[in-house]
């Protein structure tokens, strides 16, 4: 073991303990995903739903293993990128993948916006999708700004509404169950027109997707107490929980009805809980998915935000995304550049193209983490940190590999322009500032920083 951890600084404020964490890596995983994907996975891989979940969690859990290592021994607000330059050295590689991420995570929040301002908000307000959504990233960018702090408090609460949302089906289904109704046996049932094999496969990378969310952590990393100790225990904590949630969600879903149904409705959950016969109100669950919405666009919003700060912070942004609000300590630039990009997403993309875009991104990202995490093994610092057995990153890669093949031609099209676009944002940065140091006297230029040299002899985190 490494000797004691160094005191962590940083320009932001330390206010994220750790089951404020846990509760912000659950809600962003426990998404609004679930409510739909459902009967999406049904379709894939029959009755049996809860095998394609669990199989998603492990894939899942594989990649968190680096990310906890890596997190844990630089905690910076870059996150990926931090670690990708650790590794290669190459800052045109590191701002690819942090662009990956931040596209990813303004794509994100883009989708959730429209998915607020559509049919789940209908029962309630019929207001035109665009104009609503635009209204809604503008909500959460006050919220964002106001403090992470105040946000995380916001997460918790809409994390327990989601989650009471969740265990509702699953105690209905039980007690349904337990009065006679509903078919057990359907819950090893396969899809009769492909191979078990072959269905668990495919249902397992739609599956995946719900899991999606726990890396944003990395992005708040110089806001949380004592990262090195509560990290992985938050970290792997909340895709336990949500793991747990989900195979349950599987096991009732199938119980309460055959897979057919499940994949023939947009409101899957919605259905089970009638197909319960106790007479929940539509209505409520209505609410309980806004709200799911609301506060994945939250917490995508702020891991967004914090990743410009941080790439800022070593000089591969425009430093002024660098600034933060005097009293609040909220990186406000960021925070306003973000929002807006993703309220251009909003007004140009669909629901259905900026979800597969986002996964597509974010592979590319993991790819990179699990790369990095083998290739920084020999990089010792001073502090405790997590490290993980040296098979579990290599089969994490493996797995990210298998997942990204998966994709669309056209889904490859859309993430080749976004990072195009960061392409040329990276090489218009890099020219604006060797204007700005030959414009300023000898004796006051700086030399061009580095994202290697900013982070030397910087391995607790420290400016």
Same mark, same amino acid.
């Given at each position: 073991?490494?000797?004691p951890?160094?005191?962590?600084?940083s320009?932001?404020?330390?206010?994220?303990?750790?089951p404020l964490?846990f509760?912000f890596?659950l809600?962003?995983?426990?998404?609004a995903?679930i #409510?739909?994907?459902? %009967?999406?996975? @049904?379709?894939? =891989?029959?009755? /049996?739903?809860w095998? $394609? *979940?669990g199989?998603? !969690?492990?894939?899942?859990m594989?990649?968190a293993a680096?990310?906890?290592?890596?997190?844990?021994? #630089?905690?910076k607000a %870059?996150?990926? @990128?931090?670690? =990708?330059e650790? /590794?290669?050295?190459? $800052? *045109?590689?590191?701002? !690819?993948?942090?662009?990956?991420?931040?596209?990813?995570?303004v794509?994100?929040?883009?989708?959730?916006?429209?998915?607020f301002?559509?049919?789940?908000?209908k029962?309630?307000?019929?207001?035109?999708?665009?104009?609503?959504?635009l209204v809604?990233?503008?909500l959460?960018?006050?919220?964002?700004a106001?403090g992470?702090?105040?946000s995380?408090r916001?997460?918790v609460?809409?994390?327990?509404?989601?989650?009471s949302?969740?265990?509702l089906?699953i105690?209905?289904?039980g007690?349904?169950?337990?009065?006679?109704?509903?078919?057990?046996?359907?819950?090893?049932?396969?899809?009769?027109?492909?191979?078990p094999?072959?269905?668990?496969?495919?249902?397992s990378?739609l599956a995946?997707y719900s899991?999606?969310?726990?890396?944003?952590?990395a992005?708040?990393a110089?806001?949380v107490?004592?990262?090195?100790?509560?990290?992985?225990?938050?970290l792997?904590?909340?895709?336990?929980?949500?793991?747990?949630?989900?195979?349950?969600?599987?096991?009732?879903s199938?119980?309460?009805l055959?897979?057919?149904?499940?994949?023939?409705s947009s409101?899957?959950?919605?259905?089970?809980?009638?197909a319960?016969g106790f007479?929940?109100p539509?209505?409520?669950?209505?609410?309980?998915?806004l709200?799911?919405v609301?506060?994945?666009a939250?917490?995508?919003?702020?891991?967004?935000s914090r990743?410009?700060?941080?790439?800022a912070?070593?000089?591969?942004?425009?430093?002024?995304?660098?600034k933060?609000?005097?009293?609040?300590?909220?990186?406000?630039v960021a925070?306003?550049?973000?929002?807006?990009a993703?309220?251009?997403l909003?007004a140009?993309?669909d629901?259905?193209s900026?979800?597969?875009t986002v996964?597509?991104?974010?592979?590319f990202?993991f790819?990179?983490t699990?790369?990095?995490?083998?290739?920084l093994r020999?990089?010792?610092v001073?502090?405790?940190?997590f490290?993980?057995?040296v098979?579990?990153?290599c089969?994490a890669?493996?797995s990210?590999?298998?997942l990204?093949?998966q994709?669309?031609p056209?889904?490859?099209?859309?993430a080749?322009i976004l990072?195009?676009i960061?392409l040329?944002?990276?090489?218009?940065?890099?020219?604006?500032?060797?204007?700005?140091?030959?414009?300023?006297?000898?004796a006051k230029?700086?030399?061009e920083t580095?994202?290697?040299?900013?982070?030397k002899?910087?391995?607790?985190?420290?400016?």
């Open positions: 073991m490494n000797s951890a160094k005191p962590q600084t320009k932001l404020k330390q206010s994220i303990t750790g964490l509760l890596i809600g962003d995983v426990l998404g995903g #409510y739909a994907l459902v %009967g999406k996975v @049904a379709g894939e =891989v029959g009755g /049996a739903v095998i $394609p *979940l199989l998603a !969690l492990f894939l899942a594989l990649t680096s990310y906890a290592e890596l997190v844990t021994k #630089y905690p %870059g996150g990926a @990128a931090v670690f =990708v650790r /590794a290669f050295k190459v $800052p *045109l590689v590191s701002f !690819l993948v942090g662009f990956s991420m931040l596209a990813a995570g794509t994100s929040a883009a989708g959730l916006s429209l998915a301002a559509g049919d789940y908000l029962p309630f307000l019929d207001v035109p999708a665009t104009p609503t959504a809604f990233l503008l959460i960018a006050l919220l964002n106001r992470v702090k105040e995380v916001a997460n609460v809409m994390t327990i509404i989601e989650v949302g969740l265990v089906v105690v209905l289904v007690l349904m169950f337990g009065r006679g109704d509903g078919d057990a046996s359907r819950v090893l049932e396969f899809n009769p027109a492909v191979s094999g072959a269905g668990i496969l495919a249902a990378l995946y899991f999606v969310g726990f890396e944003t952590s992005n708040v110089e806001e107490r004592d990262i090195h100790r509560v990290y992985p225990k938050a792997f904590g909340a895709l336990l929980t949500a793991g747990i949630i989900y195979i349950l969600i599987g096991l009732a199938s119980i309460a055959p897979a057919s149904e499940l994949n023939s409101g899957p959950l919605l259905q089970v809980v009638q319960t007479g929940v539509d209505w409520l669950f209505g609410l309980v998915a709200i799911a609301a506060n994945g939250l917490l995508t919003m702020i891991m967004a990743l410009a700060f941080g790439m912070e070593q000089s591969l942004l425009p430093t002024g995304l660098g933060v609000l005097p009293q609040r300590r909220t990186p406000w925070i306003l550049v973000t929002t807006l993703a309220m251009a909003t140009t993309g629901l259905g900026l979800a597969e996964v597509l991104l974010l592979l990202v790819i990179s699990n790369v990095a995490v083998l290739v020999k990089d010792k001073e502090h405790q940190h490290r993980a057995p098979v579990i990153p089969l890669l493996a990210c590999v298998l990204l093949f994709q669309g056209e889904i490859w099209l859309r080749g990072l195009g960061g040329v944002l990276f090489f218009v940065t890099r020219w604006i500032q060797r204007r700005q140091r030959t414009d300023l006297p000898a230029q700086r030399p580095q994202f290697a040299e900013s982070l002899g910087n391995e607790a985190g420290g400016p």
